[in-house]
């Protein structure tokens, strides 16, 4: 993923938010002293958040490749000459989510906040309360053996319900973004 290391993940975990994990790690890291790295690694992070936060451009994939080459090649340390491995890696190995954020405006993983918005599957709930016990914002109501009811304008997207619920009865799905 990085410098030699493995990283063993399933299917909630967002590769590219891991990316922009790893590369804001290394960018908070850098001494600063050569410009590849120290400007480079924040425009990298940048343009992650971006395809996290679903307001990148395909042409933004296109950029960070080329500007992670150039970081890679123009580092002065082995800091600088790794950093950009996790971007290059994830862009390399599972394009198609970085596709899928940019191009259809949806995580695979539901896990980008401003992706994804929540819902309760009637026909699945049992209404036996487990996600309204471990909601934060009381957003999730309804009597027990009911379906329950989420209001979106409560739900901080902390995915405790969605993990939570034994009969997939919480639903994360893409939400528009108008261009």
Sequence with gaps: MGSG???VVDSDTCIVDMARYFM???QQESCGKCVPCRVGTRHMVEI???VC???AELSDLDKLEKLAVTVKNGSLCGLGSTAPNPALSTLK???PEFISHVRDKKCPAVACKNLVVYRIKPEKCTGCQRCVSVCPTAAITGP???PHNLDKSKCIKCRSCYEIC???AIAGDAIVIES
């Design 144 to 146: 027990r053996s009911e």
């Design 93 to 95: 190995y599972f394009r």
């Design 24 to 26: 804001s790690f290394t």
């Design 5 to 7: 290391g493995l990283i």
């Design 53 to 55: 936060d679903g307001q």
């Design 166 to 168: 034994r009969f997939d």
């Design 48 to 50: 992650l958040s971006r």
